[in-house]
């Protein structure tokens, strides 16, 4: 009988350890064990309860932030989207999961683009820039998206992890100072900034394309 009782109470724990890793795995993050000795299983049901709060205070972050986070697979295959990214794209996680991320592309950006960001993303495992993508309504927005890739323990990549912001509201910002800068706040008429500036871009345009460049002025006398 005592042999059977120490059994059982060296097995209780590991089983138990078992059990929560499994819930754990299945996309439990409350998952926890009791540590019932400071033995080497009691060690190790420490380390898993540690790793439970790690994982669960990452989720906490993937779900809360403001930034849309997508990870991929190593195919670009889709696999987890956060509530960001449905809040700004107006897609749910369900409609977009197994699928690549090419519908919330823009038609703003041509081929080479694409093919150089993927360049640039498998030479060095990383790609930050500005682009546009497109809502499920069809509308347009400028974004700041940085893509990275994830490696495996084989130094293979596994996932990408695309985070991005939508700056809309920072490019309309930029466009009305823009306007103010060369425009006149009473008569809303271009100014002599404006002028400069693009004087400037014709001169420019003329060097670079080995043609002149006329000037017309007159004045207007009342």
């Known amino acids: 009988m005592l042999g059977l009782f120490l059994a059982r109470s060296v097995s209780r724990p590991i089983i138990e350890l078992k059990d929560a890793a499994v819930a754990l795995g299945q996309g439990d993050l409350n998952a926890r064990v009791k540590i019932r000795s400071n033995d080497e299983v009691g060690t190790l049901a420490g380390s898993f309860n540690v ?7 990452a989720a906490t972050v993937f779900e809360n932030t403001s930034e849309a986070i997508l990870i991929t697979d190593a195919n670009a295959n889709i696999v987890a989207a956060n509530k960001a990214f449905e809040s700004i794209t107006g897609y749910q996680e369900t409609e977009v999961v197994g699928n690549k991320p090419g519908h919330i592309k823009s038609n703003r950006h041509d081929k080479s683009f694409y093919q150089q960001l993927w360049s640039e ?4 495992g ?3 820039g500005e682009l546009w993508n ?5 509308e347009q927005f400028p974004v700041w998206q940085s893509i ?3 490696e495996n323990k084989n130094g293979d990549v596994s996932h990408y992890v695309s985070v991005f912001s939508d700056i809309s509201a920072l490019k309309q910002l930029q466009e009305k100072l823009d306007y103010l800068v060369y425009h006149d706040p ?3 008429l271009p100014n002599r900034l404006l002028f400069e500036d693009r004087l400037e871009q ?3 345009h003329g060097k670079r394309e080995t043609h002149d460049v006329v000037l017309f002025f007159w004045i207007w006398i009342g």
């Open 121 to 124: 993303l498998l030479d060095t």
């Open 202 to 204: 014709a001169l420019k």
């Open 134 to 138: 497109q809502r499920k309504n069809g």
């Open 51 to 57: 790793m439970g709060d790690e994982l669960g205070m």
């Open 186 to 188: 009473l008569t809303g």
């Open 148 to 150: 990275r890739a994830i």
């Open 126 to 128: 990383v790609w930050r």
